[in-house]
């Protein structure tokens, strides 16, 4: 797909692999749509975005909410006429051990990083199907490889969301042209370790500070590489580590 004029919403724009995401997308000519609750964070970057040539619009939304997707989409054909693409990319980590029982924040993971990419998915699709062309990049982790310490919901819900795409490719891409990709990143140098309040697993973690992360750019640029191919060919999976991390 080459980017020029392609219409691109992001979820979870307002910092970290969203960010990065939608800065390297526009960079490449596509129109990007930022998607998220910080509506301050999300005009600042819009600001930076336009300043450099780009063409990109704000529209707040939380993604736990599905007529917030639908009125993204709404937003966006009626600025831009169409939506070639979606990054599924918001994604909370409050990490902590089971016997904890800390249901909130179990229910916040689900809310967020599984019925969140559903809205995602359900607001674009009428548009996708009907242009029978298009391509959804649903941010997983390398969490769906590997539980680690405090990390059984949140790997669950990644694990979901990798089954989830290669579900969605196998009824989408033959029968419409949407192409579906999976990116599973380990840790990536960005805020969504402050969203774990659990004082042990923050101990645990203490560690993985003096540790060598990816940059949020690395995985902008591994989103731009599955988007950037011929429409024959579907990236399913993009699993990349910090070549420090075991
Ligand atoms: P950040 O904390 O920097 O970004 C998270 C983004 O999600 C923010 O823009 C936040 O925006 C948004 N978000 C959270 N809740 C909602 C909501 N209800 N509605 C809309 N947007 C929401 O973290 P990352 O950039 O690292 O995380 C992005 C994705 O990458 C997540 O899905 C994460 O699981 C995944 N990931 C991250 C890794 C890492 O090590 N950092 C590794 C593997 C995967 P706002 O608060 O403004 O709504």
């Not at 924040?105 to 969140?116: A, L, R, S, T, Y």
């Not at 982790?141 to 669950?156: E, Q, T």
């Not at 960005?190 to 560690?207: P, V």
């Amino acid at each position: 797909m080459d980017l020029k004029n392609k219409v691109v919403m992001i979820t979870g724009a307002s910092s970290g692999i969203g960010k990065a995401t939608a800065m390297k997308l526009a960079k490449e000519g596509a129109s990007v749509v930022l998607c998220a609750r910080s509506e301050d964070e999300l005009n600042t970057l819009k600001d930076k975005i336009v300043k450099n040539g780009g063409k990109a619009i704000v529209v707040k939304t939380d993604v736990t909410k599905s007529a917030d997707l639908k009125e993204a989409v709404s937003q966006t054909i009626k600025e831009y006429g169409s939506v070639d693409v979606l990054v599924n990319n918001a994604g909370l980590m409050p990490l902590s051990l089971i016997e904890k029982l800390k249901t909130d924040e179990w229910e916040k993971m689900v809310d967020v990083n599984i019925k969140g990419v559903l809205n995602g998915v359900a607001a674009v699709l009428p548009t996708m199907k009907k242009n029978k062309s298009g391509h959804i990049i649903n941010m997983s982790s390398s969490a769906a490889h590997n539980y680690f310490p405090g990390g059984a919901v949140y790997c669950a819900t990644k694990v979901a969301v990798k089954m989830f795409s290669e579900g969605l490719r196998k009824e989408l891409a033959p029968q419409y042209g949407i192409n579906i990709t999976s990116i599973e990143p380990g840790a990536v140098d960005t805020s969504l370790f402050e969203t774990i309040t659990d004082a042990d697993i923050k101990e645990k973690l203490k560690d993985m500070k003096e540790m060598t992360k990816l940059e949020a750019e690395d995985i902008a640029n591994a989103i731009f590489y599955a988007l950037n191919q011929p429409t024959r060919v579907n990236i399913n999976d993009v699993y990349i580590m910090p070549t420090e991390q075991g």
